[in-house]
């Protein structure tokens, strides 16, 4: 149990454009999202917090307007960024708490924007 | 300082050793995790210890809340087993306050 599937795995965009990353809890639900970033052979970043029908809680230095958190329901959250800038490559992943077992974590998405 | 650090940052073994990765805390925390990330990214929860020792398969977890210390040993190592460890710390509490992550283990386990 406590799946979360992420999607999609990599996506290539050009420059100026938005991408959008799915990120579902199939088995339970998600009141709480954590969205990470991770640079090469770094450790992960917290960019934002999620939770269910409220707006996120943005880390300092992560900007609102081109990382923008929906967590519409129970089993969805997504990040899309906007306006996409070579600088935004990376690969982001989510997490959620799951009551009693820790935290279960999505798979990942590698972002390359060219 | 960070508030979780962990040793050592690399390691190599051979097939079959006993392996110990170590972390250390300087918090005060509710639950402490040992996360697996293969070279693909995908991140897996192996153990959540409050106290004691959790075994699971070949993975062993053991914390020691008085001395702020946790560690992970793998039995009978194996190549599948290469992967970056990472110790993570929960400070509020309840599940649902975010992660403090070392910045973890880059085991490599050759036949």
């Known amino acids: 149990g406590a799946v979360v599937s992420q999607h999609p795995s990599r996506v290539i965009c050009k420059s100026g454009t938005s991408v959008k990353i799915e990120c579902r809890s199939l088995d339970f639900q998600a009141t709480t999202m954590f969205w990470y970033r991770q640079f090469p052979k770094k450790s992960l970043m917290l960019m934002a917090t999620?939770?269910?029908?409220?707006?996120?809680?943005?880390e300092q230095g992560v900007e609102k307007d081109k990382f923008l958190i929906n967590h519409a329901s129970l089993t969805l959250s997504t990040l899309t960024v906007t306006s996409a800038h070579p600088e935004d490559s990376s690969f982001y992943i989510c997490?959620?708490?799951?009551?009693?077992?820790?935290?279960?974590f999505g798979s990942g998405t590698r972002l390359t924007v060219v | 300082k960070n508030e979780v650090e962990q040793s050592p940052q690399n390691l190599t073994a051979q097939e079959g050793e006993f392996i110990t990765i170590n972390c250390s805390y300087s918090?005060?925390?509710?639950?402490l995790h040992w996360l697996q990330q293969h070279p693909g990214g995908g991140i897996v929860s192996l153990f959540m210890?409050?106290?004691g020792k959790k075994k699971h398969g070949r993975l062993i977890a053991t914390i020691n809340i008085q001395e702020k210390h946790s560690s992970l040993h793998i039995t009978a190592s194996h190549p599948r087993d290469s992967a970056v460890y990472i110790c993570a710390v929960s400070k509020g509490g309840g599940s649902n306050y975010k992660l403090t992550f070392g910045k973890g283990t880059l085991l490599t386990v050759n036949p």
């Open positions: 918090v005060g925390i509710s639950a």
């Open positions: 999620s939770n269910e029908g409220s707006k996120a809680t943005y």
């Open positions: 997490s959620a708490p799951y009551e009693g077992y820790g935290y279960t």
């Open positions: 210890l409050s106290s």
